[in-house]
């Protein structure tokens, strides 16, 4: 025989949304890093609640679906025509026909309800012994939602929905936020009761505090300290305003932490984002999902970082990272794009327009400009040349290239995977590396330079290069006719035929 049920939640999140004109069910709406109704769960969760019954009915397999991630442990019960909050909640304690004690019933769609409250509300309810207590707030405009009516006493009476209110009703302040503690049985036996004889021709749930007070039974009004907590999200215009209004809250607790802000107003956390003691989030900012500053890291301007952490002292400056891991005192951008599993060291470097994919920077290594690091390996205190491309794809598989430690690569290289660039080793500007490069060596895999002299005369005669040129030629005659010596044109112009620092790795690997 199953063990009785001390506390059940049951939230409501069958509602179609029309005003949301979306596709997406609108408690499934996300807000700073969870859903609407993900943040009512969390903010039930620490009731301990023996079961808890999520009451789904437009978009139902795709809600199931979201609350097999989030939370699956609770039970999805389909509300299969919507007729009505008391139905759906009837339809809810079906499912846990041995229920007993507290069931809180909460609506899916009011993300900025804390855990605190629900707390606080459940304590009330039990501790008064009453049959029924809803949660209401003062509120500066009550339009569009129930109304606590109270009697002579301040007690309790009814509730009103706003469409079969009274011109004096509409007139009262506060409301009810559509969060309620119940006794079981009390319930069970209210519910049985519910008429349809109301505007919406649906069963209210909030007639059951009207029948227990007619049956003499006791019934409270917990006040919400904060009525922001009570607001539910009907349309897009709502949904954004409780954005700012999380986003405000969020951003709050992180500065009373120790996390500075420079510009709260343009900066968005998640909720599940985790920030130390002072990092520093600089203007338009955003950070999602299980991103982790560390302490004393410097995030921003302008960047956006999605499940990335992010070590003790490091920079990143307008760049985006998904899924990627920048390590203590390293630095990305501006302007680089890390993608999953790009691994920066301690001290590595990427800088402006590089992007990182599946790769493994080492201790120190830099990658400073305009180059791509797909399925890389790159060793300690090396540094990569700008503008050169880790050839990574076959058209059919992924190879990886590794670069080793202490290595130069030149500007304009072409890693081709697989291969690898051994420890000391360098390669030339404008090489394709198709093979290793051994330790210590230098790669170098380039045309020799031709210089087809006259070229510009004859073929783009009457152009200004032509016209440069020939003024270059009869300066260079004027020179020689001054008595320069063969070995002094020499040292001028240069040895075309050497290949060695000068041509190769020395004049290609950038900082």
Request: proline share 4%; with cysteine.
């Amino acid at each position: 025989m199953s063990q009785p049920h001390l506390r059940t939640v049951v939230v409501l999140a069958a509602g179609e949304g029309k005003r949301m004109k979306s596709a997406l069910p609108k408690v499934l709406h996300p807000l700073l890093g969870r859903t609407l109704v993900g943040h009512v769960l969390t903010a039930a969760a620490p009731l301990a609640a023996d079961r808890t019954v999520v009451v789904v009915g437009h978009g139902a397999d795709q809600v199931r679906a979201h609350l097999t991630e989030i939370a699956p442990a609770a039970t999805a019960v389909l509300q299969a025509e919507q007729l009505g909050t008391g139905h759906a909640v009837r339809i809810a304690l079906d499912a846990v026909p041995d229920a007993t004690g507290t069931v809180v019933v909460l609506n899916g769609d009011v993300p900025l309800l804390r855990a605190e409250t629900v707390n606080a509300l459940v304590e009330a309810h039990e501790g008064a012994g009453s049959a029924a207590t809803v949660l209401a707030a003062e509120v500066p405009d009550p339009s569009g939602l129930g109304r606590i009516v109270r009697d002579a006493d301040g007690r309790l009476e009814r509730i009103v929905e706003q469409r079969d209110a009274t011109e004096a009703q509409r007139a009262i302040r506060e409301i009810n936020a559509g969060i309620y503690a119940f006794d079981v049985a009390r319930l069970r036996d209210a519910l049985g009761k519910l008429s349809t004889d109301n505007d919406q021709g649906e069963e209210y749930l909030t007639d059951v505090f009207g029948l227990l007070v007619s049956a003499g039974e006791p019934v409270g009004v917990h006040v919400a300290a904060d009525h922001a907590e009570t607001l539910g999200c009907n349309d897009r215009v709502e949904l954004a305003a409780l954005r700012r209004l999380m986003r405000d809250r969020v951003n709050e607790a992180w500065m009373r932490t120790g996390v500075s802000l420079l510009d709260p107003a343009t900066t968005w956390i998640d909720v599940t984002v985790a920030l130390d003691r002072d990092a520093v989030v600089d203007q338009n900012t955003q950070l999602r999902g299980g991103t982790v500053i560390g302490t004393g890291a410097l995030v921003g301007p302008d960047v956006t970082l999605v499940d990335t952490v992010v070590g003790a002292g490091a920079t990143v400056i307008r760049s985006h990272a998904v899924g990627a891991e920048v390590g203590p005192n390293a630095s990305v951008g501006p302007y680089a794009y890390l993608r999953p599993a790009a691994r920066l060291a301690e001290q590595a470097k990427v800088g402006t327009f590089v992007e990182v994919k599946n790769s493994e920077i080492g201790v120190g290594s830099k990658v400073p400009h305009l180059t791509y690091v797909g399925d890389a390996t790159i060793g300690e205190q090396s540094n990569i040349g700008a503008a050169s491309v880790f050839v990574n794809y076959d058209g059919v598989r992924k190879h990886r290239t590794v670069i080793g430690s202490h290595a130069r690569t030149g500007a304009d290289n072409m890693f081709v995977a697989p291969v690898e660039v051994g420890d000391g080793a360098y390669t030339a500007a404008g090489s394709v590396i198709i093979e290793n490069v051994p330790p210590g060596a230098m790669g170098v895999a380039r045309a020799r330079q031709r210089n087809i002299e006259g070229w510009v005369t004859k073929r783009r005669a009457g152009t200004a290069a032509a016209e440069a040129a020939e003024r270059a030629r009869r300066a260079a005659e004027g020179a020689s006719n001054a008595g320069l010596t063969a070995s002094e044109g020499e040292a001028i112009h240069g040895d075309t035929e050497a290949v060695g620092p000068a041509s190769g790795a020395g004049d290609t690997a950038t900082d």
